[in-house]
């Protein structure tokens, strides 16, 4: 661990409009770089609107959010988008993957979106490809993989842009357990491999015994932080 | 940025090769909407030079006068048209070139090889001035044949082949009725139909004054044809030609005129006036089948964005800027409009020629109105493609990406 902030979130506070209570109540949290960070609670908790906002899909109603240092609590939807593009990556529970593009393409999207040119694109992503053991599937379809692979190929597309911040909404959500496993592996080697910040929203409390972290919200309030035993660290 | 726009048209071609039902949807109102617009242009010319063409082939500063024989008006008897008319309006008109009569009737007419019932026409010279009319071989009889009443005659082709198959008919005599041989002088060019579809080259010109002296002319001349001094004296001289005819007819105040008026150019202004009219409506009609061509790719883009939400909320939560998401739903509607409208030139293209062929009309789609068609076409689907491009790039990323 670098000792270093990469999330400084305090007093963020979130409210739909329709809505009697807040969604998320002045939720104050600190993640390190390089830390890997389980998100935990019931449903309705505010875990996933948390998560959005630390993933700039959103911006809070109330608070600060210092994202690497930089206060990116009030971008613009453009800018907000030009940080997801090169500070955050994401795996969702149902892979979400663009159903007519190839592997390959998927993967390549994030480096198109940041102008990169198709040669380097297609090395960069042909190299993380082959990382998550798809490099005999380049140009196979979504729906010719299996979950598992699906997920390795979310993952690849994930991190193929750099980021330095990688946000997972219950990523083995979808798999078996021997597949949420191999996932879960994956997601860890690649924290390895490439210096990233991994949050993790789960209530699998097997996946949270991987993290450094876990982080429990209830009813948009953090009601515990506790130290897991870190199996992985 | 060269290499990028490229790109961004590249990935719209292949989202519409992937989705070809859609992409077909999406082009046929637009492909039919150019089509019809190119098909009613290509109509529209296409009928009003044959109307100009059909102008040309009657003289193009002629105004024709005919007697009203055998249709007698109340209040007074109509008199013959006479060579004391083509002299009057010779000497008192000012705006007149030549006149020239003109009798026609159909006569029997038998050569060495064959028989042949045509129109005989007893005239002047200057007929073949007035009409325009070339020789194809041979020569039209002068003013010294006139004199003389020479048995000569000037024949059209279609007489020609009927008489004479493929032999050269000039120097050949024929006989018209019994009694009157006729040495032939000249073959005029072919003419072709006129559009009521009477043969124009089913002809016998022969001078007026052998007419009169051998099948003779009971009634007068059928028709007078004045040639006036310039386009532009059209009307001048038809105004002028009126009370001359009257006082050579010695027709009375209270008498109607005994004669007829009218002039090609007049009748084709008119022809021309209601086909313009015509072709506007059509246009008019075509211009809203590609509006709805473009309302078509406006629902099937925002059909697109509503069933690619997620997808939107995908390639957003990735990182794509709304502009960018936006310019890719516009290049798809780009891609869509500018295929649907190609298809639309060929479409009209086809049309017009097959049109133009079953009415035998020159070819009338030029390539600038082909490719203006499509680049309007184009326009109107891109400018309809906008919205849905712009719901597309205003869609919150959290909720894209819930939708179901």
Known sequence: ?233 | MQRTRSEVVGRAVRTAVRNPGRTILTMLGLAIGVGAFLAMVSFGTGARSSVMEQFEILGTRVVYIWGNMGRRNFGGSARPLTDADVEALLRDSLTIERVVPRITEVRNVKSAFARYPTKVTGTMPDFVHIREWPMLTGGMFDQTDLRQRAKVAVIGTTVARELFGRRDPVGQTITIGSNLPLRIIGVLVAKGEQTTGEDMDDIILIPATTYQAFLGMPTGYHELMLQVRDLSLLQTAMVEAIPIMRRSHRLADIEEDDFRMASPAQAAELARFVSNILTGLLVGIAAVSLLVGGIGVMNIQLVSVAERTQEIGVRSAIGASPSQIMVQFLAEAVVLSLTGSLAGVGLGWLASTLVAEAMSWSGTLSPLTMAGAAAFGTSVGVAFGYLPAKRAAQLEPIDALRHE
């Open chain 1, 1 to 233: 661990m670098s000792g270093f902030s990469i999330v400084e979130a305090s007093g963020i506070s979130k409210v739909f409009p329709n809505m009697t209570s807040p969604v998320l109540d002045g939720v104050s949290i600190e993640i390190e770089s390089g830390e890997i960070i389980a998100l935990m609670g019931p449903s309705g908790s505010g875990k996933s609107t948390l998560m959005n906002i630390l993933g700039c899909l959103d911006g809070p109603t109330a608070g600060t959010y210092l994202l690497g240092g930089r206060d990116v609590s009030t971008l613009t939807a453009r800018e907000r988008a030009w940080v997801r593009l090169h500070y955050i990556g994401f795996v969702f529970q149902s892979f979400h993957l663009i159903g007519d593009h190839t592997v390959l393409e998927n993967v390549t999207l994030p480096l198109y979106y940041a102008g990169l040119d198709r040669h380097e694109r297609e090395a960069r992503a042909v190299e993380v490809i082959e990382r998550v053991g798809l490099g005999h599937r380049l140009g196979h379809r979504p729906a010719q993989l299996s979950g598992g692979e699906k997920q390795r190929v979310a993952i690849a597309r994930a991190v193929s842009g750099q980021p330095r911040l990688l946000l997972a909404d219950e990523p083995t959500g979808a798999l078996d357990t021997r597949t949420g496993a191999e996932v879960m592996e994956l997601l860890l080697e690649m924290h390895d491999a490439r210096a990233l910040t991994l949050v993790i929203v789960t209530h699998d409390p097997e996946i949270a015994a991987y993290c450094h972290r876990q982080i429990f919200l209830r009813d948009g309030k953090v009601v515990s932080e506790g130290r897991g035993h870190a199996a992985h660290a």
